[in-house]
């Protein structure tokens, strides 16, 4: 007679080891990115008017990619982080919420000639930081992988039996 010793992991586990995972990654990749923008600034600046217009477009996609990585992992770093923090129900007044939101995206939404439209936000019982941060997430994506034209971020909401609905949508590239 033979047995295997067969381990399984719980839901848990899994979600730890993954926010563990994606910390340390997180934080570790963190480090040489901003080396190699700072770096690729500091050889930019140096090099100054020499530069030909090939190696000044090269520098410049460098220092751009090494932008956009930091904004990946800062974003991986704060998803490893959300279940870390206590989830806190209270009474969320998304109207402040959003407020909040549609000022911190205001900047970009300006220089795009972007629009948000939401109508009024009910008062949920939720963590009003995690709302922030899901919603801010949300309207941040649709203003980073935008097509041409203005952003037109739109939310609705409806209230169901014993529960509320939101649906985003926006104009940009999206995924199907």
Same mark, same amino acid.
């Given at each position: 007679?033979?047995? *295997? /010793?067969?381990?399984?992991?719980?839901? #848990?586990?899994?979600?730890?080891?993954?926010?563990?995972?994606?910390?340390?990654?997180?934080? *570790?990749?963190?480090?040489?990115?901003?080396?190699?923008?700072?770096?690729? =600034?500091?050889?930019?600046?140096? !090099?100054?008017?020499?530069? #030909? *217009? *090939?190696?000044?477009?090269?520098?410049?996609?460098?220092?751009?990619?090494?932008?956009?990585?930091?904004?990946? !992992? =800062?974003?991986? /770093?704060?998803?490893?982080?959300?279940?870390?923090?206590?989830?806190?129900?209270?009474?969320?007044?998304?109207?402040?919420? /959003? @407020?909040?939101?549609?000022?911190?995206? =205001?900047?970009?939404?300006?220089?795009?000639?972007?629009? /948000?439209?939401?109508?009024?936000?009910?008062?949920?019982?939720?963590?009003?930081?995690?709302?922030?941060?899901?919603?801010?997430?949300?309207?941040?994506?649709?203003?980073?992988?935008?097509?041409?034209?203005?952003?037109?971020?739109?939310?609705?909401?409806?209230?169901? @039996?014993?529960?509320? =609905?939101?649906?985003?949508?926006?104009?940009? !590239?999206?995924?199907?």
């Amino acid at each position: 007679m033979h047995d *295997d /010793l067969v381990t399984a992991r719980t839901t #848990t586990d899994a979600e730890e080891e993954f926010r563990d995972f994606a910390y340390i990654v997180s934080h *570790d990749l963190a480090g040489p990115v901003r080396s190699m923008v700072a770096f690729s =600034q500091i050889l930019k600046e140096q !090099i100054g008017k020499t530069i #030909t *217009d *090939d190696d000044q477009l090269h520098l410049d996609l460098i220092v751009e990619s090494g932008q956009k990585l930091s904004e990946m !992992i =800062q974003g991986l /770093l704060a998803f490893s982080r959300l279940n870390t923090v206590p989830r806190v129900s209270t009474v969320c007044d998304l109207e402040i919420v /959003l @407020a909040r939101c549609y000022m911190e995206a =205001q900047p970009r939404l300006d220089a795009t000639k972007g629009v /948000l439209n939401y109508p009024r936000m009910p008062e949920i019982t939720a963590d009003p930081g995690r709302m922030f941060t899901l919603f801010y997430a949300l309207i941040d994506n649709a203003l980073k992988f935008r097509s041409e034209a203005a952003p037109d971020i739109r939310i609705q909401v409806e209230e169901k @039996a014993d529960f509320w =609905q939101f649906r985003i949508s926006d104009n940009g !590239i999206g995924i199907d």
